[in-house]
């Protein structure tokens, strides 16, 4: 079955930039879908980072798309967030998942299966 | 403050039927279809009910969602200890080039 795993520096710097990769097992990106980012700070509820497609066509949530980059390499089989310019506000855990929607344009479906998730924390 | 907006706490004894809503607008619920995830203690958000009403192959029959204009309600009937969990609905919202948006989360307790 599909399974999701993030990785990535479990401490960023304020003003510094936050980088996840997910690592993809189980099904071939360039099979299609979107595949997305969702954070959740300490104790409170999820928001959605943003999601590509297996050709790259990206979708940002408003409210983060000026810091927000979304990269896929499918020779690895994974994808990648980027997230500059962190303040303490940026500390959650990061999660990665699939939507198994081929055109966003048409909207997303659900994310199924999601990665364990890795804690990031922004702190000097 | 979430765009979808959930009762932040909700409670019920062993066996009891309880409901969890979620509310939205014309942009987001209703427009599109919406799923609920569970989130046991200490674990990732796992999917619980997609396209207002559908389960996933492995979730009981207990667990139930529906959708009438702009709101959805999930239900859990036969309550049960490890229900005790976070759930979080979700939708799809049209407005601004199209984006994903959550509950704030409604933390179950079974008493």
């Known amino acids: 079955q599909v399974q999701l795993q993030e990785s990535g520096p479990g401490l960023v710097k304020p003003s510094e930039t936050l980088?996840?990769?997910?690592?993809?097992?189980?099904s071939s990106i360039s099979s299609g879908y979107y595949w997305g980012w969702i954070r959740q700070p300490p104790g409170k509820?999820?928001?959605?980072?943003?999601?590509?497609?297996?050709?790259?066509?990206?979708?940002?949530n408003p409210s983060l798309k000026s810091?927000?980059?979304?990269?896929?390499?499918?020779?690895?089989?994974?994808?990648?967030?980027?997230?500059?310019?962190?303040?303490?506000?940026?500390?959650?855990?990061?999660?990665?998942?699939?939507?198994?929607?081929y055109n966003y344009a048409s909207g997303g479906n659900w994310f199924d299966p999601w990665g364990q998730g890795t804690l990031v924390t922004v702190s000097s | 403050q979430s765009v979808l907006t959930q009762p932040p706490s909700a409670s019920g004894t062993p066996g009891?039927?309880?409901?969890?809503?979620?509310?939205?607008?014309?942009?987001?619920?209703?427009?599109?279809?919406?799923?609920?995830?569970?989130?046991?203690p200490g674990t990732a958000p796992q999917l619980l009910i997609y396209s207002n009403n559908q389960r996933p192959s492995g979730v009981?029959?207990?667990?139930?969602?529906?959708?009438?204009?702009?709101?959805?309600?999930l239900a859990i009937s036969g309550l049960q200890s490890e229900d005790e969990a976070d759930y979080y609905c979700a939708a799809w919202d049209d407005s601004l080039n199209g984006h994903w948006v959550f509950g704030g989360g409604t933390k179950l307790t079974v008493l």
Do not use: M
């Open chain 1, 19 to 26: 980088s996840l990769t997910c690592a993809v097992s189980g």
């Open chain 1, 45 to 60: 509820g999820l928001e959605w980072i943003g999601s590509i497609s297996h050709s790259g066509s990206t979708y940002y």
């Open chain 1, 67 to 101: 810091r927000v980059t979304i990269s896929v390499d499918t020779s690895k089989n994974q994808f990648s967030l980027r997230l500059s310019s962190v303040t303490a506000a940026d500390t959650a855990g990061y999660y990665c998942a699939r939507d198994p929607t």
């Open chain 2, 16 to 40: 009891q039927r309880v409901t969890i809503s979620c509310s939205g607008s014309s942009s987001n619920i209703g427009s599109n279809t919406v799923n609920w995830y569970q989130q046991l």
């Open chain 2, 60 to 73: 009981p029959d207990r667990f139930s969602g529906s959708k009438s204009g702009t709101s959805a309600s």
